[in-house]
């Protein structure tokens, strides 16, 4: 029954799971911080950078910024589809939208991987 809700007869279904894919890995990536953060409790900038040093977690976090990234972007692009109505425009902010966030995903893997 999944599987053929994800064919080509309903579009729209795959970006709806994979966005609400990427919500729910973001909420496990919260727990996780969260429960981290209760645990450890750092409180300068040494332990902070021993709290975000471990690969590990760096690479939760990128994966976190990436659905985080993904899931903004399924949005946006839903937004302007129902409320921006002149197709130019709409791709122009698409395109601008698109623009930002690859520039803050190698952002944030900048400061991830320069720790």
């Known amino acids: 029954m999944l ?3 994800l064919t080509d007869k309903y579009p729209g ?3 709806w799971l994979s966005q ?6 973001m909420a496990g990536y ?5 429960a981290m953060f209760i645990v450890q409790r750092p409180t300068g900038y040494e332990a902070w950078h021993t709290f975000i040093s471990p690969v590990w977690f760096r690479l ?23 409320y921006i109505f002149n197709p130019n425009l709409r791709g122009y ?8 966030l690859v520039v803050y995903l ?3 893997s900048t400061i991830l991987w320069n720790i």
């Open 93 to 100: 902010l698409q395109t601008a939208v698109d623009v930002l």
């Open 106 to 108: 190698v952002w944030v």
């Open 13 to 15: 279904m795959r970006l």
């Open 60 to 82: 939760m976090t990128f994966l976190f910024f990436v659905c985080l990234f993904s899931h903004a972007w399924l949005g946006v692009r839903d937004v302007l589809r129902d």
């Open 20 to 25: 609400r894919l990427t919500a729910v890995i």
């Open 30 to 34: 919260v727990l996780v911080f969260v």
């Open 3 to 5: 599987i053929q809700l």
